[in-house]
Nanobody
């Protein structure tokens, strides 16, 4: 079994910073892509940032220059450093990991339970 657990959400004032963490554990052979998505009330879930096992990253245009995704492959952990937060960043943030549990096996997308980020203006 595989678990993906986020931490680090909370309430912050506009202009402030938060750092999210996400750790994958359990039966893991390899992890390809890890990423962060968010869903605001009444809106669809959207990609915020993602990073491959090789370190290639991509970001939503709305967070470029403010958010930084990083990854510790040895710890199966991905981070999201969020700076210059504004009210539009308020959402539930979800971690996603594309995990293969055995050699030659399928790659499966796993999701965390989500962590709330609230930015007060």
């Amino acid at each position: 079994q595989v678990q993906v657990v986020e931490s680090g959400g909370g309430l912050v004032q506009a202009g402030g910073s938060l750092r999210l963490s996400c750790a994958a554990s359990g039966r893991i052979f390899s992890i390809n892509r890890m990423g962060w998505y968010r869903q605001a009330p009444g809106k669809q879930r959207e990609l915020v940032a993602a990073v491959t096992s090789g370190g290639n990253t991509n970001y939503a245009n709305s967070v470029k220059g403010r958010f930084t995704i990083s990854r510790d492959n040895a710890k199966n952990t991905v981070y999201l450093q969020m700076n210059s937060l504004n009210a539009e960043d308020t959402a539930v943030y979800y971690c996603n990991a594309a995990i293969k549990s055995q050699p030659g096996g399928w790659t499966v997308d796993y999701w965390g339970q989500g962590t709330q980020v609230t930015v007060s203006s």
